[in-house]
């Protein structure tokens, strides 16, 4: 072994081994049963989280319950104020629109790179059967949960890695605006029905008109929620001519 080689086995010798994968753990199912309560609103928003109350109820450590919120906080789902503790995210009417104008930005480029990839649509279809059977339900979080999972497929189906990872960041954010859209609804069936027309658009094969299918989806029925939060619809952006 030369002297150049000695730092390469120094390195390789210091480098830790991986933890072993345990799946799922308790901080992942605390993570999720915490995050549903928010998404369905049974924690509203502002809730204090108070870690000694989670854990009794979820039946886990202090710990545990605060390594959930921490990555709550990084989903930005939970807030944590100085001196005070962590409360669930308050979204406001600003909130809602950055978040629309965020996807309108991501989702129209994905639809059209699946069209450009010929994204196998049958998942899609698999997700609209998934809402109308929890609309039949009753069941408000399971919608909003296969109304992510549809937009986020169209993500993958772009095969552009980096626009997965970018809206993989924003999910949970997506999901609170769409629990937030989905609770104003009095039939919460016509949600998947409002999916087809975007559905269509991508087996067109056609990229723009995916791309603006995708737009007039996302813009389509959110004015009925930033009226009811104050907000001016006007602030969502509209596809360039």
Sequence with gaps: MTADDRPVERAR??????????????????????????????????????????????????????????????AGLVVEQPRQGMFVREFGPQDVIDIYNLRIAIEPVAARLAVRQRMDLAQLERRLTEMRAAAEAGDVPAVSAAELAFHFEICEGSRNQHLIDCY?????????????D???????????????????????????????????HIVGHVDEVLLRLGADPAGLLQLPD
């Design 13 to 74: 010798a210091s480098v830790r081994p991986l933890e072993p994968l345990r799946s799922p753990s308790l901080v992942d199912l605390a993570y999720r049963s915490i995050r549903d309560s928010i998404l369905s609103g049974q924690l509203p928003m502002g809730t204090r989280l108070l870690d000694v109350k989670l854990a009794r109820e979820l039946e886990v450590s202090r710990g545990t319950v605060r390594d959930a919120l921490t990555r709550l906080v990084d």
């Design 168 to 180: 993989g960041m924003i999910q949970a954010r997506v999901r609170m605006a769409l629990s937030l």
């Design 182 to 216: 989905n609770r104003g609804n009095v039939d919460y069936r016509t949600i998947a029905d409002r999916h087809v027309p975007l559905l269509e658009a991508l087996r067109s094969g056609d990229e723009l008109q995916a791309a603006t299918a995708a737009h007039a």
